[in-house]
């Protein structure tokens, strides 16, 4: 671009993409520059909105937990309540989202109403876990509890052995890929400037302001850098003397051949979840691995979350496998993002750490990090989710 950009967004994935669209919507000069490096978090991800799911702990968090603790049938501790409603208010936007974002870019996330997300229980351990979790509810919600026939009744392949399941109502799923896609194309109808071969090397500081970025040989000015690098946020932010806690956890994926209809939920358990796409394959994942950055598939995951899939669908034992890959979750130390500036800097602001939770909290994280970089006051308040939690 001709001008200087007044901001400049690292990183291209599902988080610096809602971030530019929502910045282009603000007639701000925007540059987006990403690199097309293997392992990217959107590639991890089933596309689950599971809101609620994920807050109190039905959904990924399970699977973090039993990675963490060896406990493979206890579960985690709810996130803040903060956080909860900070993902329900991201997940409401999805319905209008879906539309805007077809009508701009021409590219149909395929969001997808379903029966919401099953966790199942196959020990005494997951049943009282999910007994536990009445408090970390709003008021609104409620987990419906069902026995084996009756999760049977609605899901007909699941296993004779289990015990029961718990359901959560309106948990819906998208497709990831797309979505990042979507947010990048619409940002770029909207005039925003993308340079996808572009290696961000470090941050260009002076004093107490970020005043740019270094690519190569090369160093691009601005007025505010937006640092929406993913599990490379961390290293991104060291490059100035920043210590932001954000690290990457492995996920490995398995998706099977193309099938006919067979679950309509989501699925969720200590082992894995499994999530039916809309093209019939049905999507295994994920574990949760501090592997740094390498992104090789092991046979040892690969086995255990297809051992976990045939557990809960006995059919699958049955079904080839098509692929099996690795992404690369940013995660941080209390499992919440890392949003907006850091103390005694100005021009950088963070758009780190979505973790588990990124696909969700992406329309409503690209809204409050955009208010920031213009000036506007932010939808709901980012206080929690400062960088200044961890000093």
């Known amino acids: 671009m001709s001008q200087v950009p007044d901001v400049i967004v690292v990183g291209a994935g599902v988080i610096g993409s809602a971030v530019a669209f929502e910045l282009s919507k603000r007639s701000v000069r925007v540059l987006l520059l990403d690199e097309a490096l293997p392992g990217r978090a959107t590639s991890a991800s089933a596309g689950g909105l599971w809101p609620i799911g994920e807050a109190i702990g039905l959904g990924c968090g399970v699977i973090y937990h039993a990675a963490q603790t060896g406990e493979a049938s206890a579960g985690p501790a709810s996130l803040p309540a903060v956080f909860r409603d900070f993902l329900a208010a991201s997940n409401a936007r999805f319905p ?5 974002l077809q009508d701009i870019s021409g590219l149909d996330i395929e969001f997808s109403p379903g029966h919401g997300l099953l966790f199942l229980m196959f020990e005494e351990r997951e049943s009282e876990f999910v007994r536990g979790l009445a408090g970390s509810l709003p008021p609104s919600t409620r987990i419906d509890v069902l026995s084996a026939d009756e999760v049977r009744r609605l899901e007909p392949a699941l296993s004779p052995d289990l015990k029961g399941a ?15 896609e979507a947010f990048k194309r619409a940002a770029m109808r909207n005039g925003v400037h993308s340079r996808p071969d572009a290696r961000v090397t470090g941050l260009r500081r002076e004093g107490g302001r970020v005043t740019g970025v270094a690519v190569g040989d090369e160093t691009i000015s601005c007025g505010t850098v937006i640092n929406a690098a993913g599990a490379w946020a961390g290293t991104l932010a060291a490059t100035i003397g920043l210590d932001l806690p954000v690290f990457p956890v492995r996920g490995q994926i398995v998706l099977t ?4 209809p067979l679950l309509h939920s989501c699925l969720s358990t200590s082992a894995c979840y499994l999530s039916q796409k809309e093209h019939g394959e049905v999507l295994i994942g994920s574990t949760t691995e501090r592997a740094g950055f390498d992104t090789s598939v092991t046979p040892a995951a690969i086995q255990s979350l297809c051992r976990g899939a045939m557990r809960a669908v006995p059919l699958l034992a049955q079904v080839m496998v098509k692929r099996c890959w690795a992404g690369l979750r940013p995660g941080t130390p209390d499992e919440l993002p890392v949003l ?20 969700v909290a992406s329309p409503l994280t690209g809204e409050v990090v955009a208010q920031l970089a213009t000036g506007e006051r932010p939808t709901l308040p980012v206080e ?6 961890f000093e």
């Open 384 to 389: 929690p989710f400062l960088m200044r939690r």
């Open 166 to 180: 718990a359901l959560l109502s309106g948990e819906h799923q998208v497709n990831p890929m797309l979505l990042a």
């Open 96 to 100: 209008q989202l879906a539309v805007e």
């Open 257 to 260: 051949e193309t099938l006919p």
């Open 340 to 359: 907006g500036p850091a103390s005694g800097l100005t021009g950088y602001l963070n758009a780190a750490g979505g973790f588990r939770t990124g696909i």
